[in-house]
């Protein structure tokens, strides 16, 4: 009816598989030692992973008509993960009285975490199919070429119309004269007026590594007939060896800051510091 305009339909509708490997290992040593390592390799594809836009800029298939064809890794796939813990029985000196009394009861515990990124989609940026949606994906036309050289069909009317032409979209995001490239020398190209053949969610960005640890030790107060009262410190280090974590950046085309890794850093040791009075 051509009185009515396109009515959306929300659902909860999607297929999705997810495969996995799972392996955990657990060792108590002599010396106070516990540690438990585990490693996950899993796969999980999906053609929707929320009915909110999770990746690229639009929650609808590319093609609206085939969610099928949206097949591919899941926005919360993540192959590879290795987290190793463990608690520790500080040992303490047990012949000198004044020793003993700064080493005894502390304890040393910590996480270690180590994944692979999550993936994201290359989007053109704008609707570049004619459909009313900017789901679009481009061709992926020389695997070779820099993942930042970003072309676009001529044909496009505010890039010049020009049949058989493929310009650079950094020159058309900055310069008003810009020349056609050959069509090779682009890692991707936005065709004209359909569907690209990139996979929806088909970058992965960069993993990320945690180490968290906490030292701790009790004070039991044992004077006053208080001998069930006790003082608890402890010292909590959030990315304890401060490392910077990159985060899966954008890859809309038409983003400056395309496949920049660097505005995502995130991390920053945190240490908190608390006493616990126990009665």
């Known amino acids: 009816n051509p009185n009515f305009g396109e009515v959306g339909v929300v659902t909860n509708a999607g297929d999705s598989r997810y495969d996995s490997a799972q392996m955990e290992v657990e060792r108590k040593f002599h010396a106070g030692l516990l540690l438990r390592a585990s490693y996950t390799y899993s796969k999980f594809m999906d053609d929707a992973s ?37 608690v520790w ?3 303490y000196f047990r012949h000198n009285a004044f020793l ?28 570049s199919i004619g459909h009313g949606h900017p789901n679009g994906r481009p061709d992926l036309v020389n695997a070779n070429a820099p993942l930042n050289s970003l072309g676009i069909d001529g044909q496009f009317s505010f890039i010049g119309g020009a049949p058989g032409t493929y310009y ?27 569907a690209g053949n990139v996979g929806r969610n088909s970058l992965f960005g960069p993993g990320q590594v945690y180490f968290d640890m906490a030292i701790q030790r009790d004070f039991p107060i044992r004077f006053w007939k208080l001998d069930n009262h006790k003082l608890e410190f402890r010292a909590d280090l959030f990315n304890a060896f401060n490392h910077p974590n990159l985060f899966t950046p954008t890859y809309n ?13 995130n991390g920053g040791r945190q240490i908190k510091l608390w006493l616990k009075y126990t009665f």
């Open 50 to 86: 929320e009915i909110f836009t999770t990746t690229g800029l639009s929650s609808y298939a590319q093609v609206l008509t085939n969610q099928r064809s949206d097949w591919g890794p899941s926005t919360f796939d993540q192959r590879h993960r290795f987290t190793a813990a463990y």
């Open 89 to 91: 029985d500080v040992p």
């Open 100 to 127: 003993r009394a700064l080493t005894d009861q502390w304890d040393w515990s910590g996480i270690a975490t180590i994944e692979s990124g999550t993936p994201n989609t290359v989007s053109s940026g704008f609707d």
């Open 168 to 194: 650079d979209i950094a020159c058309e995001l900055t310069s008003s004269t810009c020349t056609p490239q050959p069509l090779n020398s682009f890692h991707y190209v936005i065709p004209f007026g359909r």
């Open 253 to 265: 085309m038409y983003d400056p800051n395309f496949n920049n890794t660097a505005i995502t850093i």
